[in-house]
């Protein structure tokens, strides 16, 4: 059978696998076989994935699925490996296609270059380029090529246009031995640059972002800093922190937290209380006992609340789950019309040694939903509301009404 059809809520949303390869007929059958199964009047926002097998034919094949699907946005990006509901395509899937009805919903995509995004400079710009002040968009759908774009510093500036507004997606993977990469708005395919959809109107986007980590030992304040290096903490050389934290774990813990440790940064340090999903989590790329400083993947400040983290597999099982719980509460019982899933490559098998762990925990704990996505070469998404380019990470972001009756 070369085609999977996924019907995970069908009022809302559907999702599907296509496993047969260039085929021009099999795909406009199985496009419209999976548009019989949403159970709505209209699509309103369509997520199509491919993988490296269907570059040659990318853009016959948005093409078939705008046709067939009859979807008016149609956005997403290449993938080493594809979601489908509760499916990790790690290898062997050719393309995925989520189609999503968002009722009350305005949806706007646009694309900019890499020549684009060197050429704005600042917050308001990127607001006069989508034409979308911050007020008018309740989150972002965000797909990027990793080559040729600073992605660090379109970040800030896009942070800066769109304060408190949710991002979504993350860097395209592909071919990286021709370092190729594709981004897809509607039927063209852009090798270059970002695609980015706007939802406005009346669907929001709620948000996971597990990081896969742990807070170990305890939470402490950088005294002392320069550049990507931490050289105090707590007025004391940060290397001894970070040893006599090691060293203050039990034995089991010691050896789980062997080359696992990562430095959690709290983005807002006025929190009474830090968990999981407070730290935004960098490297921990070196430490130096002789002048007690460390060198992280980030520019950590003086005066901010760091802790450090372990990563494995049953903190980032741990941490998901909870993650997904805390949503679970603040969703109260609003529906979820669907959503789109970012995995890092380096999750999947390779850390959890079984396929399907984060989608198939997003369905077990939120209920059947039509969730569609891709293994990037980086996640994007919020911590405590500032969007980042994450690592190792599970970036979720669920399509839900924007306003909702309180529970009475």
Known sequence: MVAIIRDMQGIHGVTGVWKGGWNEAGLARWAASLRAQLQAPGVTLGLAFLAPSLFPHAEEVLEILRVHGRIPCLAGCSGVGLVSGGDEFEQGADLVLGLHHLPGARVRGFHCSN????????????????GLPAREVNGWLIFANPFGMNGESWLRQWNQAYPGVPAIGGLASGDFSAELCQVYLDGQ?????????????????????????????????????DRNFILGIGNRPAYSVLMETFEGLSQEDRKKSQNNLFVGLAI????EELHCGDFLVRNLLGGDPKNGALAVGAYPRTGQTLQFQRRDSETADAELSALLARARTRLAGRPIYGGCLTVCNGRGTRLFGAPNHDAGLIQEQLGPTAITGFFGHGELGPVARQNFLHGYTASLGLFVPKNWPEAP
């Not at 020549?115 to 989508?130: C, F, H, K, M, N």
């Not at 807002?268 to 929190?271: M, V």
């Open 115 to 130: 020549d684009d995004v060197e050429a704005i400079e600042d917050a308001r710009s990127w607001i006069e380029r989508t």
């Open 189 to 225: 395919v852009h090798e270059h640059g970002l695609v980015a959809v706007a939802l406005c109107g009346g669907v929001g986007l709620e948000t996971v972002v597990s990081q896969g980590c742990t807070p170990i030992g305890e939470s402490w304040t950088i005294t002392r800093a």
């Open 268 to 271: 807002d340090e006025y929190r």
